[in-house]
């Protein structure tokens, strides 16, 4: 498998490890599969070294990620803000995943600003902009957990692991791919998940955690949005979709429930580009954007022009601020200015 540090890089990392005792390991907001994997499995390494190491993150994450292994450990910055600023305080590394700008962490960015703590960021997205000690930044990676994996097995601590560090790094692996179905040509991947598998893990059964435990609710959401949401550019090979609040109070929406919607207009025969439009459940005047491609469309590059985000080449995000109607505007006039790219077959 391809090092992912240099021997240099290896003896810093490790320095590092020997001189944390209070570890905190952070990610971004609104965690997804990656998010919590990667923290929990890097989690369960340092206190295999004898390390204590908290997991924080900065508000919920869906329902369909509490089986994992030690997810009781986690702090919510949401909900115990005083505990966690004090933990943050307290540390003497602080251990940022999946996120590379302060932006991503919400009102958790002043205590990870104000820490004298040494930082470490593990990530897989483009031009990270934090200030750290020490930066594995490889936006090729298919997850964060991939480079946690790849870290540890670098460091040799890979055969003392056990089932709590698989099962999250896996899950993680898996959810960034959408099942190992984009963003994993690289063989290595499949070498890591042979690895995984030696630790008796049942990868089935991850996957119906995942993807099979959703409520009627859920479902029923997923065919409206099919049947009556769904705008088809059928000449430009787009879609988009707009969810407002009072959709989503009818459908009891609960985090997690909009996972993957935006995935399914691409199984029609031709499709490159959807885009899903979610109002906040919460705050007035914020529009949540998820953009999903295939093949070379930069959904990325869309972000960041049209929806103050960012993210890959073929899944990305960003937020609106304003109403749901001025969201579609900018959505159509997104799609309008990237019209020749999405009307040749070729592109």
Same mark, same amino acid.
């Given at each position: 498998?391809?090092?992912?540090?240099?021997?240099?890089?290896?003896?810093?990392?490790?320095? =590092?490890?020997?001189?944390?005792? /209070?570890?905190?390991?952070?990610?971004?907001?609104?965690?997804?599969?990656?998010?919590?994997?990667?923290?929990? !499995?890097?989690?369960?390494?340092?206190?295999?070294? !004898?390390?204590?190491?908290?997991?924080?993150?900065?508000?919920?994450?869906?329902?369909?990620?509490?089986?994992? *292994?030690?997810?009781?450990?986690?702090?919510?910055?949401?909900?115990?803000?005083?505990?966690?600023?004090?933990?943050? &305080?307290?540390?003497?590394?602080?251990?940022?995943?999946?996120?590379?700008? =302060?932006? +991503?962490?919400? @009102?958790?960015?002043?205590?990870?600003?104000?820490?004298?703590?040494?930082?470490?960021?593990?990530?897989?997205?483009?031009? *990270?902009?934090?200030?750290?000690?020490?930066?594995?930044?490889?936006?090729?990676?298919?997850?964060?957990?991939?480079?946690?994996?790849?870290?540890?097995? %670098?460091?040799?601590?890979?055969?003392?692991?056990?089932?709590?560090?698989?099962?999250?790094?896996?899950?993680?692996?898996?959810?960034?791919? !959408?099942?190992?179905?984009?963003?994993?040509?690289?063989? @290595?991947?499949?070498?890591?998940?042979? %690895?995984?598998?030696?630790?008796?893990?049942?990868?089935? /059964?991850?996957?119906?955690?995942?993807?099979?435990?959703?409520?009627?609710?859920?479902? +029923?959401?997923? !065919?409206?949005?099919? $049947?009556? /949401?769904?705008?088809?550019?059928? @000449?430009?090979?787009?879609?988009? $979709?707009?969810?407002?609040?009072?959709?989503?109070?009818?459908?009891?929406?609960?985090?997690?429930?909009?996972?993957?919607?935006?995935?399914? *207009?691409? %199984?029609?025969?031709?499709?490159?580009?959807?885009?899903?439009?979610?109002?906040?459940?919460?705050? #007035?005047?914020?529009?949540?954007?998820? =953009?999903?491609?295939?093949?070379?469309? *930069?959904?990325?590059?869309?972000?960041? +022009?049209?929806?103050?985000?960012?993210?890959?080449?073929?899944?990305?995000?960003? /937020?609106?601020?304003?109403?749901? @109607? #001025? &969201?579609?505007?900018?959505?159509?006039?997104?799609?309008?200015? $990237?019209?020749?790219?999405?009307?040749?077959? %070729?592109?």
């Amino acid at each position: 498998m391809e090092r992912l540090l240099s021997d240099d890089e290896l003896l810093q990392v490790r320095r =590092l490890i020997d001189e944390t005792q /209070k570890a905190v390991i952070c990610c971004h907001t609104n965690p997804d599969g990656d998010a919590i994997g990667s923290s929990l !499995g890097w989690a369960e390494i340092l206190r295999s070294l !004898g390390k204590q190491a908290t997991v924080i993150v900065p508000d919920q994450y869906p329902d369909f990620l509490h089986w994992l *292994p030690n997810t009781e450990r986690i702090v919510r910055y949401d909900k115990r803000k005083e505990e966690a600023d004090t933990m943050m &305080a307290e540390a003497d590394t602080v251990f940022c995943l999946d996120f590379n700008s =302060l932006q +991503r962490v919400s @009102d958790m960015s002043k205590a990870l600003e104000d820490t004298k703590a040494k930082k470490v960021l593990i990530d897989h997205h483009l031009n *990270p902009d934090i200030d750290c000690d020490f930066t594995i930044s490889r936006p090729q990676a298919s997850s964060t957990c991939e480079l946690v994996f790849r870290l540890v097995w %670098q460091l040799e601590l890979f055969e003392t692991t056990n089932k709590h560090f698989a099962i999250p790094i896996y899950c993680g692996m898996m959810t960034d791919t !959408g099942a190992f179905s984009f963003n994993s040509n690289d063989p @290595d991947i499949f070498f890591i998940i042979s %690895q995984l598998l030696t630790k008796n893990i049942n990868k089935d /059964k991850i996957y119906r955690n995942v993807y099979h435990t959703y409520s009627e609710d859920r479902l +029923r959401l997923m !065919g409206y949005v099919l $049947y009556e /949401k769904l705008v088809v550019y059928s @000449d430009l090979h787009a879609s988009f $979709y707009a969810l407002r609040r009072e959709d989503l109070v009818h459908f009891h929406f609960v985090k997690g429930d909009a996972e993957g919607l935006v995935n399914l *207009p691409l %199984q029609i025969k031709g499709m490159k580009l959807s885009v899903s439009l979610r109002e906040d459940t919460v705050k #007035e005047g914020v529009v949540w954007v998820s =953009l999903r491609s295939v093949d070379s469309f *930069p959904c990325n590059e869309m972000a960041e +022009r049209f929806f103050n985000g960012g993210g890959h080449l073929n899944a990305a995000g960003g /937020k609106l601020f304003g109403s749901m @109607d #001025e &969201a579609i505007e900018r959505t159509k006039m997104a799609i309008e200015a $990237y019209r020749e790219k999405l009307e040749d077959p %070729q592109r």
